[in-house]
Structure formats: structure tokens, C-alpha cells
């Protein structure tokens, strides 16, 4: 019998059939005592769906999944993490699909994630009006990153250190802080400890009716204590 010549796709030829037994091709053949025709006897084909993360990401892989040919599959959700990006899609190398996804499977084929770069943002520390000193060192992260506020390396003169605060909220030295999607200036919260400061204070606001600015009230107290 002759090798066979025609193709089906996602399927495997399995030898020549005349509708009760399979002959493999190249076997002798015993031709029967009338016209007969042999049929192409197919077997489907499985294919398998892989996934990979690609370079430095951290995750097991998704479950291998096994389909046949113009089968469609949900694609999984994506089990892997990357340092400094956001997951965008399962690649094949040509296309990209989302998580949840029909898939159609045409081959064997290994799906890698496709990561989009996040942007990074700055932690920075400022001492505030009045005072003296460096300040600590700017740290940089992603979003939902967790840091540890620094230690303290201002000083002013009759004010005790409180804490840092971003405008919204007092975070104490050494508190954790989840960095949002922006930047940050931090800057020194001081409380007076110098009773002659504060009672310049309360007279600065008694005489403009209003708080005090900081400039004016650091002028008034340089003036009066030098």
C-alpha cells in the first residue's frame, strides 16, 4: 500500500482503511475479488498550552493545558510576579491575550507574559521652615511598595522633632509607608519646647488674629531672643 499523500489538519494519518480492517502503509495488500476503495484513517491530534514568565519573575507556572485542534480555552489568570512591572497579557510571539480569554489552540504552543514597565517614584525629606541639618537620604519605589520612614536628621532651635508628615497625615520615625502612585515630599512636624518661643507665638497670633506664618513668626522670635 502507498505511503499516503494527503494532509488534515490537527489530525495524524493512521494507515488505510476498507471499513473493517487498518493496513499501514507499505504492507502488501491482498486485492479482493471486486473494485474497492481505501479510506485515510485519522487520528486527532493533542496539543499543549503552555505558560512561561519570561526573565527574573517569580510564580509557578500555570497548569499545562491539553486541547485538539480550533479547540478554544480560557487562558488563565497569571500566577507570576515581576519586580518593577504589571502584567499585561499572555504572548505567542505574534499576538496578545488577555487573562480569561478564548484561545484558539492550532499547536503546540509555550505563552509567555508580556510585562509593561510600572514608573517609579521619589520619597523625599525637607526640614521645614527654620530648620538646620541634611536631609535624609531620597528613597525610590513603585506603587504599594512598603518603606520604612527615616530617622530625624534636622534640628530647630526650641522645637522637639513629631514626626513626618505628607500633608494629610503624621507618620512617626521608622513607620512603615505603602508609596502611592506620585511622589512625595515629607516634612518635619516640630513642636515648641522653648517657653519664651511659645509664648512669642501666642502673642504674634493674638496680635494678627490669625496663626502665625512661619517666617514672620521665626523673624519675630530671632529678633526677640537675639
Same mark, same amino acid.
Given at each position: 500500500? $502507498? ?28 486485492? $479482493?475479488? =471486486?473494485?474497492? /476503495? ?12 503552555? @505558560? =512561561? ?11 499545562? +493545558? ?6 478554544? +480555552? ?35 504552543? /509555550? ?7 510600572? $514608573? ?7 526640614? !521645614? ?9 531620597? +528613597? ?5 511598595? =512598603? +518603606?520604612?520612614? $527615616? ?6 532651635? !526650641? ?5 513626618? =508628615? ?6 512617626? %520615625? ?11 515630599? @515629607? /516634612? ?10 511659645? @509664648?512669642? %507665638? ?6 494678627? !488674629?490669625?496663626?502665625?506664618?512661619? %517666617? ?11
Amino acid at each position: 500500500l $502507498p505511503e499516503n499523500g494527503f494532509k488534515k489538519a490537527g489530525y495524524t494519518f493512521n494507515g488505510w482503511t476498507d471499513g473493517v480492517n487498518t493496513y499501514k502503509a507499505g504492507v502488501e495488500y491482498t486485492i $479482493p475479488a =471486486s473494485d474497492i /476503495t481505501l479510506k485515510a484513517k485519522w487520528k486527532q491530534d493533542t496539543y499543549s498550552v503552555s @505558560f =512561561s514568565g519570561g526573565k527574573d519573575v517569580t510564580g509557578n507556572a500555570p497548569l499545562t +493545558i491539553k486541547a485538539h485542534y480550533n479547540e478554544k +480555552i480560557a487562558l488563565p489568570k497569571n500566577t507570576f510576579t515581576k519586580k518593577g512591572y504589571k502584567f499585561a497579557g499572555w504572548t505567542d510571539g505574534t499576538n496578545v491575550y488577555k487573562e480569561g480569554v478564548n484561545y484558539t489552540v492550532k499547536k503546540t504552543v /509555550t505563552l509567555t507574559a508580556k510585562w509593561d514597565k510600572l $514608573p517609579q517614584y521619589t520619597i523625599s525629606f525637607t526640614g !521645614g521652615s527654620g530648620a538646620t541639618g541634611t536631609a535624609p537620604k531620597s +528613597i525610590k519605589g513603585y506603587e504599594k511598595d =512598603s +518603606i520604612k520612614l $527615616p530617622k530625624n536628621t534636622f534640628t530647630k532651635n !526650641g522645637y522637639k522633632f513629631e514626626g513626618w =508628615s505628607d500633608g494629610k497625615k503624621t507618620y512617626k %520615625e521608622g513607620a512603615k509607608y505603602a508609596i502611592p502612585a506620585k511622589n512625595v515630599k @515629607f /516634612t518635619a512636624v516640630w513642636k515648641q519646647t522653648d517657653p519664651t518661643l511659645t @509664648f512669642i %507665638e501666642r502673642c504674634y497670633k493674638v496680635a494678627l !488674629g490669625r496663626d502665625a506664618d512661619p %517666617e514672620g513668626l521665626k523673624y519675630w522670635q530671632d529678633k526677640l531672643t537675639n
